[in-house]
Nanobody, 121 residues
């Protein structure tokens, strides 16, 4: 019913920047929250940043001051601008959206397939 498609990952050197995008499509009635999670090899998936439909944002401590999340509600698209990247930022980045889909009565959480970010030193 709902698909999330990410783009923008890749290989970047320490101190570089990347911009991730995630577009939600399908039978969407409403999207409350969109966010980005990171999963490094052998580690749990963790929140990087999230933005609500009100514009309120939430960042992991490691992302504050370096990453910026934004959202285009009309396009159901979320962006993550990452700067001053470090090797610790390496991992698979997954887009998440909390969506009310047509034909359903409650919000559900959807995930994208992930996009790899590798920061080389």
């Amino acid at each position: 019913q709902v698909q999330l498609v990410e783009s923008g990952g890749g290989l970047v050197q320490v101190g570089g920047s990347l911009r991730l995008s995630c577009a939600a499509s399908g039978r969407i009635l409403s999207v409350i929250t969109m966010g980005w999670y990171r999963q490094a090899p052998g580690k749990e998936r963790e929140l990087v940043a999230a933005v609500q439909n009100t514009g309120r944002t939430n960042y992991a401590d490691s992302a504050k001051g370096r990453f910026s999340i934004s959202r285009d509600n009309a396009k159901n698209t979320v962006y993550l601008e990452m700067s001053s990247l470090a090797p610790a930022d390496t991992g698979a980045y997954f887009c998440q959206a909390v969506v009310l889909a047509s034909g359903t009565r409650s919000y559900s959480t959807y995930w994208g397939q992930g996009t790899q970010v590798t920061v080389s030193s």
